[in-house]
């Protein structure tokens, strides 16, 4: 039984790449950066450009996604917040909890 030996290891595409046709729609423009919020429910969390959403908006978007539970509690930063407060810029971290002695 013969081994398969490659004369010389595979080349990359010799054609240049085609340039970048510019920013995707809805992207930050060049020399912005994005900043992400530290979003958690429970185990599940993740970094998510939320900033300038009402919490209540960010509930909507990422509660099948992180699981959030309808009646957990926004914690902004160590805060209680309502549905209303807006997760700004300098927010490290927004919490979804449920109230303590809830069992489930």
């Not at 020399?31 to 998510?48: C, K, M, N, Y």
């Not at 919490?55 to 805060?79: F, K």
């Amino acid at each position: 039984m013969g081994l398969l030996f490659r004369s010389r290891p595979p080349q990359p595409s010799e054609t240049p790449a085609a340039p970048a046709a510019g920013p995707a729609p809805g992207a930050a423009p060049r020399g912005t950066v994005e900043r992400s919020v530290l979003v958690q429910h429970g185990i599940h969390t993740g970094h998510f450009p939320v900033a300038g959403l009402r919490v209540r908006e960010v509930r909507q978007t990422l509660g099948p996604l992180l699981n959030i539970d309808p009646q957990a509690v926004a914690v902004i930063n160590g805060q209680v917040v309502d549905e209303e407060a807006v997760v700004k810029d300098e927010v490290a971290l927004l919490s979804f909890v449920k109230p303590s002695a809830v069992k489930g």
